[in-house]
């Protein structure tokens, strides 16, 4: 069982940053695909990152370099870095794990809470 706890969302304007973090506990995460989805009130699940072994990373393209993913191994941490952030990029951020590469939610078995992201122009 993985247990999965994001924190870091929050209340920023057009053009700032925010760090998202996802602490990931009863496994390490070395043998799992980590990603983030985001999602807005009355919409499907979006695929936003992931990130798998040997330093691969895949990003949907609305990110336009402007986000970066990471591990802390010693951490057993997940982070998420937004700069540039806009208002489009409002939304409640989860953290995932699935066994598989993949940017459909659908196939990621563990999940998060969710941390909300609030951007204003």
């Known amino acids: 069982q993985v247990h999965l706890v994001e924190s870091g969302g929050g209340l920023v304007q057009s053009g700032g940053s925010l760090r998202l973090s996802c602490a990931v506990s009863g496994r390490s995460f070395s043998s799992y695909v980590m990603a983030w989805f985001r999602r807005v009130p009355g919409k499907e699940r979006e695929f936003v990152s992931s990130?798998?072994?040997?330093?691969?990373?895949r990003y949907a393209e609305f990110v336009q370099g402007r986000f970066t993913i990471s591990r802390d191994r010693a951490k057993n941490t997940v982070y998420l870095q937004m700069n540039n952030l806009k208002p489009d990029d409002t939304a409640v951020y989860y953290c995932?794990?699935?066994?598989?590469?993949?940017?459909?939610?659908?196939?990621?078995?563990?999940w998060g809470q969710g941390t909300q992201v609030t951007v204003y122009s």
């Open positions: 990130s798998w072994n040997l330093g691969h990373t």
């Open positions: 995932a794990a699935s066994r598989f590469v993949s940017t459909t939610a659908e196939t990621y078995d563990y």
